[in-house]
């Protein structure tokens, strides 16, 4: 299995000041990287930087929603700390605003966030990984957009949105670039701010999560896995038949 070194670059964890993000960088300074964490309030990425291994993180104050802040940014993050090896897409909001409560400008807020976010920060990150043919690209996902709860228009909307992305940069690039790597991950649900509060510890997850995300081998390019297991595309009636006949199961992977 091809996987990611310290020696390959800097990881970039976006939302990296509170929850999963904070968790993701923890685990990948401990892992021996180089963090860049990026998040819109200085105070709580510092607090980052005193939970990672020393001399290891970074922090970045950066609005994802900001296209031009964001080449700015990772322009300068690559001058200042080397090739960027990995992107982990994290950055959310979940308002809980019911459509009609809320103005079309709050919505398209949370989309620029959530949407513009990912789009930001990948263009800007496949900018330098596309020079080197070699990268990888994590997109922190849900299944909100399948079925959307109340008052979750806007999340669900901008994270089904993402998901798409996902597909469409793989069907650009994966061609022209076998070395660069793209998925999903949905980490389940947590305790954090925007998740539960019996939910999954974040530090759990984050295991989880950088273990896919260094693994920058073509097997897992446009897979999606849920936790520590990945999501098996579904079968169409002949797929399902032949497998049958054949004695076939196919089994998905765990992380």
Known sequence: MNVLTPSDGIAIVTGAGTGLGRAL???LTQRGFTVIGTGRRT???EETKRLCEKGRFHSEPLDVSDARAVAGCFAEMRKNHGPIALLINNAAVY???DFLAASAERFMDTVKINLGGVVNCSHAALTDMAERGRGRILNVAT???LNPLPTAGAYSVSKGAARILTRSLIADL???FPGIVISDWMPGMLQTGMGIPDG???SVSAKWGV???LMCDQSVNGVTFEMDCEVLPPRGLKGRIKDLLLLRRQKPRRL
């Open 174 to 176: 994966s061609d022209r």
């Open 211 to 213: 273990s896919l995300a």
């Open 25 to 27: 960088a923890v685990e």
């Open 43 to 45: 105070e709580t990425l």
């Open 95 to 97: 308002p809980r605003e």
């Open 200 to 202: 999954l510890d974040p």
């Open 143 to 145: 299944f909100a957009d």
